[in-house]
């Protein structure tokens, strides 16, 4: 351009200069030879010639092109464009591209290209806008979030280079994944700038602003895997802000137990040479336990919310198969909980299933254990369940596990947090010592507790509510206390759960047939409702054999 700047000057000076008028151009200013050999110290002759050649380029087009019109078939001089293009590309300066990918061959995540895509994100967002950007604003986030598009270069200019990014994403026929990479382009001759310090610039500031002020994301899966490309996705996982407000100090649990959490997680998260030195994957397991209402899940968000890990919240009930499930889990990244909830809720199939091209648990444990740990840093993983003896004994198998959490029925000590959380008590109440004495009797969850104190009226009125409740319930463990000795010393031998679930069954047979004579009534039919019952079910039975 500094060219083509000079050229244009002299040009001006010779037009306003009257005297000069009546001389041709350039004998009387200079020749071009002059020109060059004069900027010759400064730039080489391709570089001048590179510079010029929009200027040719524009002058041919423009004292050509009605000639050009008139007597060229079009097919000629789109030939003849092509060639001149040619013929001009040996002047400009060549390329390097440099190909980021998403996932590597393995399918494991690439680092570069998440920091790249964090990178470019701040980039439109600070500075120039590319022409085509995404805008994107969700209720819980304060400001709209902006970022870059497929196939829409995003220029970039770090220490004088002048780089061109492109993000591509290629869905293959058949395929239900979509590849993505970047494409980062740079004249010849940079590329070793590019890759030992721009790149490495960027992964930098992506791993420190991982830790400093990071929002903590949830990723889910909704449905099957593969969905199609969204909006809020990274790579194969959807996801949100997560802004649970729940920490470790508002949590209910056992305060020896959740000191010693604490200071694992701490622990874990500062060892980072010694997993090295001896070798050991950087990742860690927790398994949660108690019955529904005890907190499983809000320790989850405590613990996110205490790392600033983002979460990984994974279904089992999809249908994945081990292929699956093993680019499912290489998609996660670093410093993240990966969680699995209900792990005995049937989602963990055994052998026979496998045919139903299901995975196994042998399958998902050994992705946990091999690739995915040893592919990743800072990888927690949480099991939760409600039936701890249930589970398959692999999972319980010394070593697997690294930490099993037991979250019990709300005790003194947690209803004075949840009283501190919802009612703000600070210190003691008149209706504490009652509390105490009927938690002890019975077994009722926080999340009843937190329901209860939920209810307005202000502290004496829901305390007293909460006394009334948990009298309620100790009236009802009576109740089927005594149940349990009458049936006892009649001989009857069946568990009170079984008998509880064998009435209700009962009660659901007695209402249909109920609703049914009520039907045949109102139809003027005489039949035996309890024979209309045994045929229907035996003509389901014939419907569907498998059934039971
Ligand atoms: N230990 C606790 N401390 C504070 N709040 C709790 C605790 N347990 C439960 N809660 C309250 O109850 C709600 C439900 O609890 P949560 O979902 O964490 O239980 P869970 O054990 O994960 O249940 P599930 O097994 O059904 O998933 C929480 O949103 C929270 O408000």
Known sequence: MFGAEILLRRWFYWVSREDLKEQPYPQTMFTFREMFASLAPFFTFREMFTSLAPFVTAAVVIVLSPFVKEHIPSAVSTYLVSMYEKWLSRFSTPQVTLVIEEKGDLKVRNQIYDAARAYLRTLISKSTKPKRFKVNKVGTQNESAIDIVENEDVIDISNGIRLNWKLYAVKEVGHVDVDRYFELSCDKGFENEVLESYLPDIVDRYERNQNDDKVVKLYTRDGSYGNSVGVDRDGDWNYVIFKHPITFEK??????????????????????????????????????????????????????????????????????????????????????????????????????????????????????????????????????????????????????????????????DGFKLLAANYLK???????????????????????????????????????????????????????????????????????????????????????????????????DTDVDVEELVKFLKQKKLEENPNES
């Open 251 to 412: 949590l209910a649990m056992d305060p020896k137990q959740k000191e010693m959490l604490i200071n694992d997680l701490d622990r874990f998260i500062g060892r980072k040479d010694l997993y090295k030195n001896v070798g050991k994957a950087w990742k860690r397991g927790y398994l949660l336990y108690g019955p529904p209402g005890t907190g499983k899940s809000s320790l989850i968000a405590a613990m996110a919310n205490h790392l600033k890990f983002n979460i990984y919240d994974l279904n089992l009930s999809c249908r994945y198969s081990d292929e699956d499930l093993r680019s499912i889990l290489l998609s996660t990244t670093n410093r993240s909980i990966l969680v699995i909830e209900d792990i005995d809720c049937g989602a963990v199939l055994d052998d026979k299933r496998r045919e139903f091209d299901s995975f196994t648990l042998s399958g998902l444990l050994n992705i946990i254990d091999g690739l995915w740990s040893s592919c990743g840093d800072e990888r927690i993983i949480v099991f939760t369940t409600n039936h701890k003896d249930r589970l398959d004994p692999a999972l319980l198998r010394p070593g697997r596990m690294d930490v099993h959490v037991h979250m019990s029925y709300c005790t003194i």
């Open 425 to 523: 008590i600070l210190c003691d109440h008149q209706l504490y010592r009652q509390i105490e004495g009927l938690l002890k009797n019975v077994e009722v969850t926080p999340a009843k507790i937190a329901e209860q104190l939920l209810e307005g009226g202000g502290t004496d009125v829901v305390l007293q509510g909460v006394v009334k409740f948990l009298e309620q319930k100790e009236r009802e463990k009576a109740e089927a206390a005594k149940l349990k000795e009458r049936l006892k010393s009649a001989a009857i031998d069946v568990d009170a759960e079984g008998l509880v679930k064998f009435l209700k069954q009962k009660k659901l047979e007695n209402a249909k047939a109920a609703e049914a004579e009520q039907l045949l009534s109102s139809v």
